[in-house]
């Protein structure tokens, strides 16, 4: 994904708050708080849409409907000004009503101009519409950063609890053909999660490149990640074995062997750099430690 892009997925609310002044002094010809109809004409997009993509195909199958059924679920605006209006939530039917050849579209309109009702857009957003999983980490990213709320906080306002908005924050760390492949639903969003639970980017790429080329499961992922993590796990026991054995004093090991070899048993013996530490004589049976104390 290129910076550019990034930059246009990744837009916040002051692209909403700039010359976003409700003219609330201009008579209105349509009344607050109530579903009227307006001339399609006066609906501005919302720069604000988490939506980057619009599927044609489905467009103009929307576009038919409308034009047998009309507008089933009004869109929301805000007024901006005299017979001027935004777009908080349904671009999609906006598009659509358009492509059927709408002049006029039933709207909630409400009044508006500050960061409480800009939350409520992309909330309202993440919510009804089929968003990819890029676009809602996206989303919540803005959420987080341009409204000043905590995941947890988040999590309330959109009904997620706070392990699944950080499973889709933590997608934006991914590199970026991952989160290209994500957004266009190359791999699915449990494929995602099991990849970054991977720290290692190499890795990364890595299992993607197996995952795309061998058409993998979710499961079959999830097991090569786990398998990994047990590989660097028995990685690290043997070395922490290297280094309490090297750190043992000068001599232990030869008194170790020759008490094993006197008592005839494996004698173990633990001991720090400074020789303090511990003698470990096993038996076999009470006879086997009379014969052991005997020799000691």
């Known amino acids: 994904m290129s910076k550019q892009q990034r930059n246009a997925l990744g837009r916040g609310l002051s692209a909403l708050l700039e010359n976003a002044s409700t ?21 501005q997009a919302n720069p604000f849409q988490p939506r980057e993509e619009f599927d044609d195909v489905a467009l103009n199958e929307l576009a038919d409907s409308i034009r047998v059924h009309g507008i089933i679920q009004p869109i929301t605006v805000r007024k901006l000004g005299y017979d001027s209006y935004q777009i908080i939530s349904g671009e999609r039917r906006t598009r659509a009503s358009r492509l059927a050849g709408l002049t006029t579209i ?24 089929e968003l990819n999983a890029m676009e809602i980490a996206f989303s919540y990213k803005r ?27 933590r997608l934006l760390k991914l590199p970026d053909n991952i989160q290209v492949a994500i957004r266009d639903g ?24 197996k995952m795309m080329e061998d058409g993998l499961s979710v499961r079959d992922v999830e097991n090569l990640v786990r398998a990994a993590h ?60 009379k014969r052991i104390i005997d020799l000691l």
């Open 230 to 289: 047990e590989r660097k796990e028995e990685d690290i026991k043997p070395a922490a074995s290297v280094k309490k054995k090297a750190n043992m004093p000068d001599g232990f090991s030869d008194f170790q062997k020759t008490l094993s070899g006197k008592l005839n048993v494996k004698v173990k013996i633990k001991a720090d750099e400074r020789g303090r530490g511990m003698l470990s004589i096993p038996f076999k049976s009470q006879q086997d430690l």
């Open 106 to 129: 039933p709207a909630f309109i409400r009044l508006a101009d500050d960061q409480g009702m800009l939350e409520m857009a992309l909330i309202e957003n993440i919510q009804r519409e």
């Open 186 to 209: 190359q791999i699915s969003m449990g494929h995602a999660r099991a990849i970054i639970n991977i720290d290692n980017q190499d890795e990364q790429q890595y299992l993607f490149s």
């Open 23 to 43: 003219d609330i002094t201009a008579t209105e010809s349509k009344p607050l708080h109530s579903i009227s109809e307006i001339l399609i004409s006066q609906v």
């Open 143 to 169: 959420l987080l950063d341009e409204c000043s709320l905590n995941q947890e906080q988040l999590g309330d306002r959109v009904g997620k609890n706070r392990s699944t908005v950080n499973n889709y924050l």
